[in-house]
C-alpha cells in the first residue's frame, strides 16, 4: 500500500519517522505506520511517543474521519516492541504499557469516525489498535493473522486487548481467543465479528474512506450494552480456567492469568482492568515461565539467522533437487522441498517401491508434486541431493558412490541418517566437502526442527545451503558437528534408557508417561518409543553405545521387546497395546517385574529421568557438538519437546548463558 493511493493530493501535516500523518481534501486524516529500518511495523516506545503526538493534533483540530494503515508490504503492525518489553525495568515497562493504554485510549474517545483498514498480519498491539478504532477493515492478504497471540508466547497484551476483544466478539469467544492466542485469517476473524469487512486488497482505502464518510455509522467497540452481566462472566471465566488446567495443567501462567484479567474488568470495571493488565504482565515477565517462553520467542524467530552466522559460508541457489529414497521420511522430505516451488525428483530403488513412494506423496494434498522415478540420470540436473535410504552404512555408500558419478560438480549432497557418521558416508565421495547431514524428524511435515550436520570436511558453502534449504523447508536449522546422535538422539536416548531402568524396577508405563507428562513433557517416554519404533530404538541404542560406551547401552526391556516382535505402534504392540481403534492400553502380554506394579512419586520419576539428559546436555556442550545453550534449547523444544517454560534443556540443567545478552541483539536505535 502506497500513500498515493489517498485521493486528492493529500497535505502533509507533520513527517516524523515512523508514524505519518495527512489530511486530505475530505478532511479525512490517514496514519501511517512505517517503522523506520524494519521489515515490519513494531510499536517501541518511539513510536508510540510518535502515536500519542498524532493523536494529541487529531483531538485539538478533529478531522471528518481517521484512517489507520501502514505501507508496509504485507504487514499492518505485528505487536509492541519484544525486545523493549523484555529489556525494561518493571518502572519502564509500566510506563510503556499506560501510555500505550491511554493513547489507545484517547483514540477509541476520538468521537470522530475511526477505522483501522488492515492490510497483512495485524497481531497483538496492531490488533488491540484496530480494537481502539470504531471499524476494522481488513484487506483479503492471503496467509495474513489477526488476534492476540501474547500467551503463546508467555505474556498477555497491554494496551487493553484483554478488555475490548471480549467486548467486541462476546466473552465465550473473547475468552477463548485470549487464552489459546489463537490468531486467524480474514475470513474467519470475519466470521467471529473480530472485523467487520473483508475487501480486496486494492479496494482496502477506498473502503475505509466509504466507512469515514458513511452517514449511518455503526456503534462503536466499547458501547455498554455489551457488557455482559458479572454472574455470567464469573461461569464463563470459570469454565475457561477449568479447561486451561485440563490441557496444560498449572504450568503455563498467562492462559490462566488473562482470565484474571478478564474477570477482574467486567467485576470492577475497565480502569480496573487495565491495571490488571498491566500488573499482570509485569508479573509474568518477572516469573520464570513467562521469561523462559518470550526468550524461546527470541531463540525460534532468530534460529535462521544464528544457523547461517554458525554455518558461515554462501548457501547455493537451489532450484532443483532430488531425494534418495522415498520411504516414510523421502516422501516427507520430498513434499517439503516440493512446496518452496523446486523442481522435486524422488529416486526409488525399483517399479514397485517407485508405487509406494508416489502413493505416499500422492496421499497429501496441494501443491507441487514431487516426481518418483528409477531413473538415476535425472540426478545430474540437480542443486541439491537428500539421501534417505535405509539406515545401513553399506547401502548408503552404495549410493554416495553412485551420486558421485552423476552429480553435477557443483551440486550439495545430504544424508537424512539418524545414527551414522557424515565423514564415513562422504569418504565414499571423491568431493567429500560438499557433503552434510541434513536430520529431518518423524513426520517431517509436522515436526519445525533440522539438524545440519557439519563434518570435518564439508565446506561452510555446503553447510550454509543445508541451513538455507531447512529454512525454505519452513524448518528451524540448528547446526551440530558429526558427532554420534548429533544432539537431539544424543540427549534424548539418556532419558528413554533410564525410563526403561524405571520399567525395569517394576513402574508401570502409564505411571512413568503421566509422570513426565505432569512435567510438562507433551508425550511420555513409553509412547515415545513406542512410536520411534522399539527396533529403531534399538538400533540407535547400539550405535550410541558403540560410540559413546555403556551409558547407552540396550535396556533389557528394548531387547526383549524386539525379540518378541513388539516394535511399537507400526506392530500393533510395544510398551502399549495399539488397538486399530481406540486409546493405547499398557501391553497386557508384558509380566511386571517383581509380580506387580510399583509407584513410584512422580516427581522422582521425572528427576530420574531427567537427571541422564541433563549429563548428556553437559557433555555435548563440552564436546563442542553444538554451538551453544541456545542451540541447545532450541534443537531440546523443537527435536524432543522440552517445555520451552522450563527454558530448553541447557537453561533448565544451569548451562545457558547469561540472558541479558538479548540487549545486544537489539538493533542500533534508528529513530530519535
Ligand atoms: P524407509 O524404510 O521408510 O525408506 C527407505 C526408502 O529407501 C524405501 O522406500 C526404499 O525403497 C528406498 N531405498 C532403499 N535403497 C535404495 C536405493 N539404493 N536407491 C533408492 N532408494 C532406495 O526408511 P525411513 O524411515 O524413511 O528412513 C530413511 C532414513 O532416514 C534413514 O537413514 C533413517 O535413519 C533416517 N531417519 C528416519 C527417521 C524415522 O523416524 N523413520 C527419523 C530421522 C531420520
Redesign the pocket.
Known amino acids: 500500500m502506497t500513500r498515493e493511493k489517498v485521493k486528492d493530493a493529500p497535505e502533509i501535516i507533520a513527517m516524523p519517522q515512523n508514524v505519518r500523518f495527512e489530511r486530505d481534501a475530505d478532511r479525512i486524516a490517514t496514519v501511517w505506520f512505517d517503522v523506520q529500518g524494519k521489515s515490519v511495523n513494531a510499536v517501541s516506545s518511539a513510536v508510540m511517543a510518535e502515536l500519542d503526538a498524532v493523536v494529541r493534533e487529531l483531538e485539538a483540530d478533529p478531522p471528518v474521519g481517521v484512517i489507520f494503515a501502514s505501507e508496509k508490504p504485507g504487514t499492518f503492525i505485528v505487536g509492541g516492541d519484544l525486545f523493549e518489553i523484555w529489556n525494561a525495568d518493571e518502572a519502564g515497562l509500566d510506563a510503556f504499557l499506560a501510555r500505550g493504554q491511554q493513547v489507545f485510549d484517547r483514540i477509541a474517545a476520538l468521537g470522530v469516525t475511526t477505522v483501522a483498514a488492515l492490510s497483512g498480519d495485524t497481531l497483538g498491539g496492531g490488533y488491540e489498535l484496530a480494537l481502539a478504532c470504531r471499524h476494522r477493515i481488513v484487506a483479503d492478504v492471503p496467509h495474513s493473522r489477526i488476534g492476540l497471540p501474547e500467551t503463546a508466547i508467555g505474556i498477555i497484551p497491554g494496551w487493553g486487548g484483554t478488555l475490548r476483544l471480549p467486548r467486541l466478539v462476546g466473552i465465550e469467544a473473547g475468552l477463548k481467543l485470549l487464552v489459546t492466542g489463537k490468531t486467524l485469517g480474514p475470513q474467519e476473524a470475519l466470521q467471529l465479528g473480530m472485523v467487520d469487512e473483508v475487501v480486496p486488497p486494492d479496494r482496502l482505502l477506498d473502503e475505509a474512506r466509504r466507512r469515514v464518510l458513511d452517514p449511518k455509522p455503526r456503534p462503536t467497540t466499547m458501547h455498554p450494552a455489551a457488557e455482559e452481566d458479572a454472574t455470567a462472566c464469573a461461569e464463563s471465566c470459570d469454565r475457561s480456567r477449568a479447561e486451561t488446567r485440563a490441557r496444560s495443567g498449572d504450568h503455563l501462567p498467562a492462559p490462566l492469568r488473562i482470565v484474571d484479567v478478564v474477570e477482574i474488568s467486567y467485576r470492577e470495571g475497565l480502569a480496573a482492568g487495565a491495571d490488571a493488565e498491566r500488573r499482570v504482565l509485569i508479573e509474568l515477565l518477572r516469573g520464570d515461565a513467562g521469561r523462559n517462553l518470550l526468550r524461546f520467542f527470541f531463540l525460534r524467530s532468530g534460529g535462521k539467522k544464528a544457523a547461517a552466522q554458525r554455518a558461515g559460508g554462501r548457501p547455493r541457489d537451489v532450484k532443483r533437487a532430488a531425494v534418495?529414497?522415498?520411504?516414510?521420511?523421502?516422501?516427507?522430505i520430498a513434499l517439503a522441498l516440493a512446496r518452496t516451488g523446486m523442481d522435486v525428483q524422488v529416486?526409488?530403488?525399483?517399479e514397485a517401491?517407485s508405487a509406494?513412494?508416489s502413493a505416499r506423496i500422492a496421499a497429501t494434498d496441494g501443491g507441487k508434486k514431487p516426481l518418483v522415478t528409477?531413473d538415476w540420470s535425472t540426478v545430474a540436473m540437480a542443486d541439491f541431493i537428500v539421501?534417505?535410504?535405509?539406515?545401513s552404512l553399506p547401502?548408503?555408500l552404495?549410493?554416495f558412490r553412485?551420486l558421485d558419478d552423476v552429480v553435477r560438480q557443483d551440486a550439495v549432497l545430504a544424508?537424512?541418517?539418524?545414527?551414522?557418521g557424515i565423514a564415513a558416508i562422504a569418504a565414499a565421495t571423491r568431493h567429500p566437502e560438499r557433503v552434510i547431514g541434513l536430520?529431518?524428524?518423524?513426520p517431517v511435515a509436522k515436526m519445525p526442527l533440522v539438524e545440519v550436520v557439519r563434518a570435518k570436511q564439508s565446506s561452510a558453502d555446503a553447510v550454509a545451503t543445508g541451513v538455507a534449504i531447512a529454512a525454505r523447508a519452513g524448518k528451524i536449522p540448528v547446526v551440530v558437528n558429526d558427532a554420534p546422535g548429533f544432539v537431539v538422539n544424543r540427549v534424548l536416548f539418556p532419558y528413554l534408557r533410564e525410563a526403561a531402568a524405571v520399567f525395569d524396577e517394576g513402574a508401570a508405563v502409564d505411571d512413568v508417561d503421566a509422570a513426565v507428562r505432569g512435567w510438562g513433557m507433551p508425550m511420555g517416554p513409553f509412547a515415545l518409543l513406542d512410536e520411534?519404533?522399539l527396533d529403531?530404538s534399538l538400533f540407535i541404542f547400539e550405535s550410541l553405545a558403540a560410540a559413546l560406551g555403556g551409558r547407552f547401552a540396550t535396556p533389557p526391556s528394548v531387547a526383549r521387546a524386539v525379540a518378541c516382535g513388539w516394535l511399537g505402534r507400526k506392530s500393533g504392540r510395544g510398551f502399549y497395546d495399539h488397538p486399530q481403534d481406540g486409546r493405547p492400553t499398557p501391553n497386557s502380554e508384558w509380566p511386571l517385574a517383581s509380580g506387580g506394579r510399583v509407584r513410584f512419586p512422580p516427581t522422582d520419576i521425572a528427576d530420574r529421568l531427567l537427571k541422564p539428559m541433563m549429563e548428556e546436555a553437559r557433555l555435548v556442550l563440552a564436546d563442542g557438538v553444538v554451538e551453544s545453550a541456545d542451540a541447545l534449547d532450541l534443537a531440546s523444544v523443537l527435536g524432543i519437546g522440552f517445555p520451552a517454560f522450563r527454558g530448553g534443556l541447557a537453561t533448565f540443567a544451569g548451562l545457558a548463558e547469561s540472558p541479558d545478552r538479548y540487549s545486544s541483539k537489539r538493533p542500533p536505535k534508528e529513530h530519535s
Open positions: 534418495i529414497g522415498g520411504g516414510t521420511m523421502g516422501a516427507g529416486i526409488e530403488a525399483d517401491a509406494a513412494a528409477t539421501e534417505a535410504v535405509v539406515e547401502v548408503k552404495d549410493v553412485r544424508s537424512n541418517t539418524s545414527s551414522l536430520h529431518f524428524f518423524n520411534i519404533g529403531t
